[in-house]
């Protein structure tokens, strides 16, 4: 029998209109920036206005000579929306390019690091440079925060079909909730939710020791879970217990589905308690935040210190509880050196880098809700194999699981993985240590920002080459597309006509 491939001939234009409409908007969105040199005057406005004439340019141009109507097909979405952080990426490099003396390799590294939200930095010293710069650095967190996609589907004019299918594409996590029945609709009621949030986050910022520049620019890194900062401390620069707990508060917030906030802000709190993810994600951030504790006050108790004194300390908690929140939501900011802490602690918070955030988060990583239905998976296994003639579906919530989304976890927590091993395989190949190359590939992948050793919360990845810098580019939009987004370009069938 012979193997059938549909005939229609596989166009790039649908997929040249999408990049094109996006570069748009890269191109308006650093007009912010342009105003941002403007009002401190450091110099670099005449820059950031070149990049944006180029960025617009190109995207205004390709607009125009592919602006007739479109359906995206499956294969076209795949594309596009991989191509779409690669395009972001390559014209978001430009204001920073032309400021500063960095090679455009490294100015490409941090762009994909910020719109992918990754938040891994190859600067030395990120307070020398201009305002603009440093917040088109952190607002392109910001807008990839809720995934540069979504954003381009609220103002496209695509058709319903092409929406929807963009949408799924790029979604984070394994179920995207329409929560109306448009998904135009629904994409602009998220941004909406994300922006809102975003105002109430810079407002409390604001009133404590910040800035009105560092409170928006540690808003956008926050709620993007990005991990971006002006200050080369990051957030233990500002030595306040009130930022600590706003950020901590904001990054919880962040790594939690955008649609529990939207029907919270109806007044409907209880879904928070009813969603069955919601509830297992806050069990995992509480046990490893009290076995962190214990192991501190244990190891203070053992060195001398009363037990009774210690239980009065609040900067344990504050410390413990911040890094703890911000590596699972995959935010990445710092408060302390955390490769000072025992053993014990760094490896609780190595086991949180592949948990991540919730579906429908700004937060990387595996999410929640796939090691839930994983876990899930292997109970009803175990069981199987106990009563092998029984019917035993799997249920979340006593809602049946179907198979698609079981055969869709069990085949990105293998590619995942595969990448996650391969990749530090290929950094050891380099000379660099084990721990370097394995929480450089899980940073990389989960988009967390730091790692441990020579990566670790007071390094950054300048030392890496340019060859080494382009593949951890190509790793973070591998997850912060899901892996599956891209891998399916490198299948053979995909291609074919």
């Not at 617009?56 to 596009?80: D, E, M, N």
């Amino acid at each position: 029998m012979s193997k059938h491939y549909s005939t229609k001939r596989f166009s790039l234009i649908p997929t040249l209109n999408v990049l094109s409409a996006l570069t748009l908007f890269i191109g308006l969105s650093m007009g912010l920036s342009l105003l941002v040199a403007l009002a401190y005057g450091d110099g670099d406005s005449i820059a950031i206005l070149e990049a944006m004439i180029i960025t617009l340019s190109v995207g205004g141009l390709g607009y125009i000579f592919t602006r007739h109507k479109h359906v995206l097909a499956p294969r076209q979405v795949f594309l596009s929306v991989s191509l779409s952080w690669v395009s972001a990426s390559l014209f978001g490099a430009l204001p920073m390019f032309f400021v500063t003396d960095m090679s455009y390799t490294d100015c490409f590294f941090e762009a994909m690091s910020g719109f992918t939200t990754t938040g891994a930095s190859i600067l030395t010293d990120i307070e020398s440079l201009p305002h603009g710069i440093l917040f088109w650095r952190s607002f392109t967190h910001w807008l990839g925060g809720m995934g540069i996609i979504v954003f381009t589907v609220t103002v496209m004019p695509l058709s319903g079909r092409s929406g929807t299918l963009l949408f799924a594409a790029e979604a984070p996590g394994p179920v995207s909730d329409k929560i109306t029945p448009r998904i135009s609709e629904t994409a602009k009621l998220l941004y909406a939710v994300y922006a809102l949030i975003s105002v109430a986050e810079f407002i409390a910022l604001w009133i404590g020791p910040m800035d009105w520049f560092d409170s928006a620019c540690h808003t956008f890194g926050t709620m993007a879970t990005g991990g971006f900062s002006t200050k080369n401390a990051s957030i233990a620069h500002f030595q306040s217990a009130y930022v600590d707990w706003v950020i901590i508060f904001f990054m919880v917030l962040a790594g939690t589905n955008f649609s529990l906030h939207y029907f919270g802000l109806q007044g409907k709190v209880i879904r928070y308690f009813r969603s069955r993810e919601w509830q297992f994600w806050m069990s995992i951030m509480g046990m490893a935040l009290a076995f962190m504790l214990a192991d501190f006050y244990l190891s203070s108790f053992y060195e001398g210190e009363s037990m009774a004194i210690l239980a009065f300390k609040a900067e344990p908690l504050r410390q413990a509880a911040f890094q703890v929140v911000s590596i699972i939501t995959t935010t990445g900011f710092v408060t302390a050196d955390f490769e000072q802490w025992s053993y014990y602690a760094q490896f609780i918070l190595f086991g949180l880098m592949f948990v991540g955030g919730m579906a429908g988060s700004t937060g990387g990583g595996i999410k929640a809700i796939r090691i839930l239905l994983f876990t899930k998976m292997a109970i009803t296994e175990l069981r199987r194999m106990i009563h092998p003639r029984a019917y035993l579906p799997i249920k979340l919530r006593n809602q049946f699981v179907d198979d698609d989304a079981v055969r869709n976890t069990t085949t990105f927590l293998l590619f995942f993985m595969v990448i996650f091993v391969g990749f530090a395989f290929f950094l050891t190949g380099f000379g660099h240590d084990l721990v370097t190359s394995a929480t450089a590939s899980i940073s990389m992948l989960c988009n967390i920002g730091p790692g441990l050793a020579n990566v670790g919360p007071t390094d950054n990845y300048s030392f890496f080459s340019d060859f080494e810098k382009w593949a951890m580019a190509f790793v973070m939009m591998l997850g912060r597309l899901e892996v599956l987004t891209v891998v399916v370009l490198f299948n053979r069938h995909f291609w074919r006509s």
